[in-house]
């Protein structure tokens, strides 16, 4: 009976490390690829080429995911509709868009306390006008 319950315990013992090291593991891989996001300058985009129109971009870095719409007229972006946006304590960064609006800009400081959610949301709209200028190159404009 005493060497059943020390290979029972021996049992959990490695089980409880291995999932403590596998969880360590992801949440230092996640770090690390918001931190690489973070040293990335957003693009350079020339509104002067975009179109007028809706354009929708995404993106995703667990466990943070944003969905938008940016809407170009006259060269200039007018309204960023935030269509999604999964967050754990990033709601505050949900004022990124309107920051951006206002500014005409990428480069707009991230929410404190909302650091990853705000990269997040940025990334999107950065999508959104890439593949704007993109859909400009590939009709000839």
Same mark, same amino acid.
């Given at each position: 009976?005493?060497?059943?319950?020390?290979?029972?315990?021996?049992?959990?013992? @490695?089980?409880?490390? =291995?999932?403590?090291?596998?969880?360590?593991?992801?949440? *230092?891989? #996640?770090?690390?690829?918001? /931190? *690489?996001?973070?040293? &990335?300058?957003?693009?350079?985009?020339?509104?002067?080429? #975009?179109?007028? %129109?809706?354009?929708?971009?995404?993106?995703?870095?667990?466990?943070?995911s944003a969905e938008v719409?940016? &809407?170009?007229?006259?060269?200039?972006? &007018?309204? #960023? /509709? !935030?269509?999604? +946006?999964?967050? =754990?304590? %990033?709601?505050?960064? /949900?004022?990124?868009?309107?920051? @951006?609006?206002?500014?005409?800009? !990428?480069?707009?400081?991230?929410?404190? =306390?909302? &650091? +990853?959610?705000?990269?997040?949301?940025?990334?999107? #709209? /950065?999508?959104?006008?890439?593949?704007? @200028?993109?859909? =400009?190159?590939?009709? %000839?404009?």
């Open positions: 009976m005493k060497k059943k319950t020390i290979i029972i315990l021996a049992v959990i013992l @490695v089980v409880v490390a =291995g999932g403590y090291l596998g969880i360590r593991a992801m949440l *230092s891989n #996640i770090e690390s690829s918001f /931190e *690489s996001l973070k040293n &990335t300058p957003p693009a350079d985009i020339d509104l002067s080429v #975009i179109e007028d %129109g809706v354009y929708p971009g995404s993106y995703s870095l667990f466990p943070v719409n940016v &809407t170009v007229k006259d060269h200039a972006i &007018t309204d #960023i /509709e !935030l269509v999604k +946006h999964d967050n =754990g304590q %990033g709601k505050p960064a /949900e004022v990124i868009p309107q920051k @951006v609006v206002e500014s005409q800009s !990428l480069d707009v400081d991230s929410v404190s =306390g909302a &650091t +990853h959610s705000s990269m997040v949301i940025l990334k999107a #709209i /950065e999508n959104a006008l890439l593949s704007a @200028v993109n859909d =400009g190159v590939e009709d %000839g404009k």
